[in-house]
């Protein structure tokens, strides 16, 4: 796998900040999020897709998972959208083109990128095109790469020096498709035509069109040739029908598919086997054809929920193809004469049919029972709550697209015209008497189809088209106003219940909120260009993002790992995607969404915005801190060798201004060397080679270097699939103090707490093997907890380090948490007192990467302490039983107003980074709540919830059979809470979303 690298932590955005249009805020939903276009097979077999969301990715067939992405410059709307891509035969090269220009088509479209396949950068960019590259393929032999355009222009370039060498006169426009075998190349086009081409001769040897007496019309083709070159077949657009012709381009079979299109081809390496992608009025199939030395039969066929345009033969039996809506890769085996999906490979995003506005409530489907954005809206987010609704949602709620107005109607008119060579959509512009005023076209290269348009606030004309163009006309059909960002098919248009608002939908799994305060007014001649005010993206579990034109989001929890920004380095260079953990501190901003959208009042925004602030004073900045240009290292070069459960590591960093002074290492974002990381020599430039362990699963490594004044370089970031390790070990450590020195503070149950913990793990058959250690009582001294580490010292990186504590949890007069010992002075907690601090230091530096926390006493959460003030404690109503986890009868603290929301907000809305340790802490209360006990329970409440929970099987969420991280978490939550009535709420002080295993 190629390195992908990553940003680091808040110091980098501000270089992303000195140019504005060089970053862009884009989702990955670890797949394609859009009309996959092309594809191609590598000489090892994996896959290669090219993609309108702009994304060149290669999957590895065998695993089903992204092996490399490659990125290049990319703009708003259009710009970096991928037509074509093909790899060389000995694998060194990697070919994408499509629309490479601005999206205003202000400059030449058809730039083709030249990457080394290897190392993912990008060799040499071609120029020679003005208009989008339709496709493109190198010769069998690879010295010869052929590329044509939407206008006909056709190149052979040569791979030796990637200059071009002849410019082929293409005799029409509507180039289409090119397929090359060793003696020469064939070209199909939009009217029909095929050409075969010699490699030195810039006008075409033969040509074909059998298909242009059919019913009178033009027909557009594709042309596919066998891997020997021997077999030439051609299909036909419109029409159903299937030339098969030598290498001549003379005919030696053809036959009929039905009433339907053919919309690519593919052949099989034996050329007696076609696969056929078919479009039969809506109803889409791949269908196999073989050869039985007389005829072609179809043997079987495959029924697709999608219209498939990527079509390859991996062998004779095996056939991949890509979709239009579904954004996945099937991969279909032929077995018994019958069609059987082995794999499909996708993301975790859905396409949009259908999307409308009213208030808060953002109505949608993804579902297509309706065409034309006519889709029944069948779920609800809540905008301001951030929460999906299942409730029955009224048809009177939410707009649909408006087809007329005042005696004016818009009608869809899809046809073909003798003196066109492509069926480019037409809307028709009907006036109050029912005659045609005038229509609006849209041209192959900006989509085939309208999927959805109507009329807003009666005076402008919106229409949606199939490659993403969103456009707003007159109604005598002038181009007035353009909105650029989707990056495929546009499925809805509505209009906001008030108005403000124009909300579009589509298959790059996308809803965008566009401003209509400027529809209509054009700049000069031109017309005038909308960027959408917002867009949102839900994944298939409803994880969500929320973002602007800035690059400002809001997300849920787990919906922020589908966020990243893609930088461009210029045209000439490769880009970058940075996953959003280094730019969460200054992005991650829900009071500016809110305020983009009007779904919260100033109230309202304001007091997200002072959660905002507060999670920066919590770490230690100020808004200021988060802008001006801050010098950054450099990584120049990292390079990975994996063998067996290791991975060889050699880095090389450099600074033009100052010295370095620590190199980070973190594997799934725990740092291996600690927090302060490894101390290397003062030098501005450094080279490291080393060797680390992986565990288990999924291993995202990241190497950083920090300077001598504290910034840190840009991460370089590499995934790797260790899926096949062996189990490793579980440590489990429980603390637990019943019985004080001062025995006016003894509690019943806190000792029982961690003895049962211990015996519950120690049975644990999740790990190979359980090491506990248990301290009670009169063991549980300071000197003690310290030299837990020793113990936990032993674990190796795949091992799995559990601590448990319970007992009193006091804070100082300084607000500060401290875990109470059997010796506990609880008039000075510093002196006998263990500090949440010196307990995470037990997990700093120590080799496991999955560390577990977990605290069971009062006023373990997390605290703001300007905002709370000292009180006389007061009796708690409830059961008489009740023992509360804390230095009962001295002080207690409260919440000021607006406290408690503020908390919340923060952690609802942010992720930690504050990575320190790596260690997930889970508290048993918030900072400023008491942890109970009762002899109902037999246990501290939270750890009855945490054994029951395990013991039921109960916290299984999914019923699976394994009990994960993230399931225990939630499930305590809830039980915990609900036991409580609400009086203790389990939290998490740090977790780590990067990270969730199995804990039984």
């Avoid at 030598?246 to 299109?261: E, R, V």
């Avoid at 990056?487 to 248009?493: D, K």
């Avoid at 919340?904 to 802490?921: H, I, P, Q, S, Y």
Wanted: aromatic letters at 12%; proline letters at 2%.
């Amino acid at each position: 796998m190629r390195t992908i690298s990553i940003l680091s932590l808040f110091f980098t955005f501000s270089l992303l900040a000195q140019k504005q249009t060089d970053y862009y805020l884009v989702i990955n939903p670890n797949g394609h999020k859009s009309l996959i276009y092309d594809m191609a097979i590598d000489a090892k077999g994996k896959i290669i897709t090219g993609s309108f969301d702009k994304n060149t990715i290669v999957w590895n067939p065998e695993t089903g998972q992204i092996d490399d992405i490659y990125y290049g410059n990319i703009g708003p709307g259009s710009e970096g959208m991928v037509y074509t891509v093909d790899v060389s035969p000995d694998n060194h090269y990697l070919a994408v083109a499509g629309w490479m220009g601005k999206e205003d088509e202000s400059e030449d479209l058809g730039d083709i990128r030249i990457y080394n396949y290897q190392t993912g950068k990008l060799r040499k960019r071609l120029k020679y095109h003005d208009n989008v590259v339709m496709d493109l393929e190198f010769s069998p032999d690879g010295r010869w790469l052929i590329s044509g355009d939407a206008n006909g222009s056709i190149c052979k370039w040569d791979m030796f020096n990637m200059n071009p060498v002849i410019y082929f006169l293409s005799p029409n426009e509507g180039f289409k498709n090119v397929s090359a075998t060793q003696d020469g190349f064939y070209t199909s086009h939009d009217d029909g035509m095929v050409y075969k081409w010699d490699y030195d001769n810039a006008k075409p040897v033969k040509k074909i069109n059998m298909f242009e007496k059919i019913d009178d019309l033009n027909v557009s083709s594709v042309v596919r040739t066998s891997p020997d070159g021997e077999t030439v077949v051609v299909g036909g657009k419109e029409i159903g029908m299937i030339l098969v012709l030598n290498n001549k381009l003379a005919l030696k079979q053809y036959f009929f598919t039905g009433d339907n299109s053919i919309v690519n081809l593919a052949v099989a390496p034996s050329g007696n086997r076609l696969a056929a992608s078919i479009d039969q009025k809506g109803n889409n199939s791949i269908r196999i054809y073989d050869f039985n030395g007389k005829k072609w039969d179809e043997v079987c066929s495959y029924k697709g929920d999608d219209l498939m345009i990527g079509l390859e033969f991996t062998d004779e039996n095996n056939v991949i193809c890509a979709g239009e809506k579904g954004n996945y890769i099937n991969l279909l085996k032929i077995k018994n004469g019958e069609f059987v999906v082995e794999k499909r490979m996708g993301g975790v995003g859905t396409n949009y049919y259908s999307a409308a506005m009213n208030g808060n409530e953002l109505a949608f489907s993804n579902l297509p029972t309706k065409a034309y954005g006519n889709s029944e809206y069948t779920k609800i987010f809540d905008l301001f709550t951030r929460k999906v609704k299942t409730r029955d949602i009224n048809f009177h709620d939410f707009n649909y697209p408006e087809r007329s107005h005042e005696g004016w109607s818009l009608r869809d008119y899809d046809y073909l015209r003798k003196d066109q060579y492509d069926p480019s959509a037409i809307l028709l512009i009907e006036n109050d008497k029912g005659n045609i005023n005038d229509s609006i076209q849209v041209y192959p290269w900006s989509g085939n189809a309208f999927f959805s348009y109507s009329f807003v606030h009666g005076e402008y004309i919106v229409a949606a088209c199939s490659y993403g163009v969103l456009q707003a006309y007159d109604k005598k059909g002038k181009l007035l106003t353009r909105f650029v960002g989707h990056e495929g098919g546009i499925r809805s248009v509505t209009v906001s219940s008030n108005g403000k608002f124009l909300v579009s939908s589509g298959i790059d799994m996308t809803v965008r909120f566009w401003p209509l305060e400027n529809i209509g007014k054009m700049n000069g001649e031109e017309p005038n260009v909308i960027h959408p005010k917002a867009s949102m993206f839900i994944s298939q579990d409803n994880e969500w993002v929320l973002w602007n034109q800035e690059g400002y989001f809001t997300s849920s929890k787990k919906g922020a790992r589908y966020v990243g920004y893609h930088v461009n380095y210029g045209k000439d260079s490769e880009a970058k995607f940075y996953p959003f953990d280094q730019f969460d501190l200054k992005y991650n901003r829900p009071d500016i969404l809110m305020k983009d959208l009007e779904v919260a009042d100033a109230g309202i925004i304001e007091l997200y915005r002072m959660a905002y602030l507060k999670r920066l004073e919590r770490m230690g900045l100020k808004e200021e801190d988060l802008a001006g240009d801050i010098h950054t290292p450099e990584i120049k070069s990292m390079y990975t060798r994996r063998k067996d459960d290791q991975l060889t590591v050699k880095v090389e960093a450099v600074d033009s201004k100052y010295p370095l002074t620590h190199m980070n290492v973190y594997v799934n974002d725990v740092p291996i060397h600690g927090r302060t990381g490894l101390p290397i020599e003062a030098t501005q430039e450094h080279k490291s080679e080393f060797v680390l362990d992986l565990i288990d699963g999924i291993n995202k490594i990241e190497i950083s270097f920090r300077n001598e004044v504290g910034v840190e370089s840009l991460r370089e970031t590499q995934f790797i699939d260790n899926s096949a390790m062996e189990k490793g070990e579980l440590y489990v450590v429980a603390v637990g103090v019943s019985n004080y020195k001062d025995d006016k503070y003894n509690l019943n149950y806190a000792a029982k707490d961690a003895k049962d913990v211990v015996e519950l793990f120690a049975e644990q058959q999740a790990y190979s093997k359980v090491h506990t250690k248990l301290l009670t009582d009169m063991d549980v001294t300071k000197e003690n907890i310290f030299a837990i580490k020793d113990f936990l010292k032993s674990a190796r990186t795949k091992d799995v380090v559990m601590m448990f504590i319970a007992g009193h949890g006091v804070l100082d007069d300084k607000l500060d948490y401290y875990y109470c010992t059997h010796d506990m002075d609880f008039n000075n907690p510093a002196k006998k007192g263990v500090s949440y601090n010196e307990l995470e230091v037990l997990f700093d530096g120590i080799r496991a990467i999955r560390k577990l926390l977990i605290m069971d006493t009062c006023h373990s959460g997390e605290l703001f302490k300007d905002e709370v003030e000292e009180v006389a404690i007061t009796e708690e109503e409830g059961t008489d039983d009740i023992v509360f986890r804390s230095n009962q009868g001295t002080t207690t603290v409260r919440e000021r107003q607006g406290l408690q929301k503020t908390n919340e907000a923060v952690k609802e809305m942010f992720n930690d980074l504050n990575r320190g340790t790596g260690t997930t802490v889970i508290s048993s209360a918030g900072g400023v709540e008491y942890a109970m006990e009762s002899d109902e329970w037999k246990n501290g409440l939270f750890t009855f919830c945490l054994l029951e929970g395990i013991e039921s099987n109960n916290a299984d969420l999914n019923k699976d059979g394994k009990i994960f991280l993230a399931e225990l978490q939630q499930y305590i939550q809830s039980k915990v809470y609900d036991l409580s009535r609400g009086k203790q709420q389990p939290t998490s002080r740090f977790e780590n979303i990067s990270l969730d295993y199995q804990i039984w």
